[in-house]
């Protein structure tokens, strides 16, 4: 679970690291990284559209998502924004595959 400063809660700043970020695409997943601009700690935002399946399968989704995102903060640099959209493919896939997307493209935009 992410603790709440490391969740991006405003719109506003959802729509800022998409325009401004970015963006690295998986199999199932687009990640948008906006580097750090300002100390603090790094912040992550998920969209899980209704495209990806209905609340039960989006909610697992997302829940797995943010799962990755705990495991990968470490790796994350500070005050960096991610957002992490799930392609309706996230679904469907592995856990191990959703891993390896969401590793391949934070440790490619925040190194």
Do not use: W
């Not at 405003?10 to 401004?20: E, L, N, Q, W």
């Not at 470490?74 to 191990?96: E, K, M, Y």
């Amino acid at each position: 679970m992410l603790a709440r400063p490391n969740r991006l809660t405003r719109g506003a700043d959802y729509k800022a690291v998409v325009r401004r970020g970015r963006r690295c695409a998986g199999a199932h997943t687009v990640t948008y990284v906006k580097p750090a601009v300002a100390p603090g700690p790094a912040r992550f935002g998920f969209i899980v559209s209704r495209q990806v399946g209905g609340a039960v399968v989006r909610n697992t989704v997302r829940r797995r998502l943010k799962a990755l995102c705990a495991e990968a903060l470490p790796v994350v640099a500070d005050g960096s924004d991610v957002v992490i959209r799930a392609l309706p493919s996230a679904a469907t896939a592995p856990f191990g595959e959703l891993r390896a997307d969401v590793e391949r493209c934070l440790t490619r935009r925040t190194a």
